[in-house]
């Protein structure tokens, strides 16, 4: 007795999918079992700054990340579903602390212009790029994306006293 072309063909072609699908669920069930979370804590409630509604409208702000006690920290520039956010959106350090800006290529031209225009980068687009700037008087320091400013591409940066 011959096969059927087209049912070995379905045969194949049905274990395929299944397969596909098998190894897509194993990938996205790793990725939200990882350790894809901040690796780092918030500033106590009691100590969190005041920005003064800076941070209403940023994408990724879940609190400010404690870096104090670091004398350089990274903040990831294009960051997000859309490439179109800080992380940390904010952070906390002590004076003396450069932060150093990477921008990850993702989410078109960024770049971080301080509010009062106390510090500027160019607007760049490919990954490895970095700005940095030394933060040495206690405070905030508020920055955004000017490009992504409306999309709500907003970061600071809380100098501890």
Known sequence: MQSDPLLDRRSVLRAAGTLSVAALAGCTG?????????????????EEPDYGGWLDSARTYDGTADLRGESEVTVMVGTGSRGRSFSPAAIMVDPGTTVVWEWTGDGGGHNVAEENEAYESPIETEEGYTFEHAFEEPGVSRYTCIPHDAQGMRGAVAIAE
């Open 30 to 46: 790793q990725e939200e079992g990882g350790d894809d979370g901040p690796d780092y804590e918030t500033v106590p409630s009691e």
